[in-house]
């Protein structure tokens, strides 16, 4: 079993910026890919951004792209989403989630997830 620990959510007003984190423990040796995927009120949980261990790929939502980045940690299964110029519509919870296997952004592909984590962007 893998856990996900997350943290840095909050409350930001639109145009600022916000770092989320999130820490695997368990059998983490067995994770290759981590990813970030979001749900807002009413809506489908979607895929915002993600990385690969081994081949080093990361991929992004096009709504997201040049305003969030996505980094790894080696040394241990931690990622960090950098999220800058927010949008009351990045308003969301963010979930952090882990799988083996290769690079994906499909959902029902990801194994491990965290409990989220409140993103709340005021205009």
């Not at 984190?21 to 009413?42: D, L, Y």
């Not at 040049?66 to 927010?86: E, P």
């Not at 009351?88 to 029902?108: H, K, N, Q």
Request: aromatic share 14%; proline share 2%.
């Amino acid at each position: 079993q893998v856990q996900l620990a997350e943290s840095g959510g909050g409350l930001v007003q639109a145009g600022g910026s916000l770092m989320l984190s999130c820490a695997a423990s368990g059998r983490t040796f067995s994770v290759n890919r981590m990813a970030w995927f979001r749900q807002a009120p009413g809506k489908e949980r979607e895929f915002v951004a993600g990385c690969t261990w081994i081949g080093t790929y990361t991929g992004y939502l096009d709504s997201v792209k040049g305003r969030f980045t996505i980094f790894r940690y080696d040394a241990n299964k931690t990622v960090h989403l950098q999220m800058t110029s927010l949008k009351p519509v990045d308003t969301a919870v963010y979930y952090c989630a882990a799988a083996g296997g290769p690079f994906s952004r499909l959902r029902e592909q990801y194994a491990y997830w965290g409990q989220g984590t409140q993103v709340t962007v005021s205009s």
